[in-house]
């Protein structure tokens, strides 16, 4: 799939709602952000160890 979403002030961007649904992403939830290759990905974590990395960051 394909979006194409509108950058707003402090380089905001909305996720479409459908995606949200299909990934399991509400308000509050972390997401990976990738830049490689002159492209970005966002990453949606399965689980709490993926958002929280296991290099010994506490969640607060």
Not at 14 to 27: H, K, N, Y
Not at 42 to 57: M, R, Y
């Amino acid at each position: 799939m394909r979006y194409r979403v509108k950058v707003h002030k402090k380089g905001l961007i909305v996720i479409p709602a459908e995606v949200r649904r299909m990934l399991g992403i509400q308000e509050g939830s972390y997401i990976e952000l990738i830049v490689e290759g002159g492209e970005v990905k966002l990453i949606a974590p399965k689980s709490l160890l993926d958002a929280f990395g296991a290099d010994g960051e506490k969640a607060v």
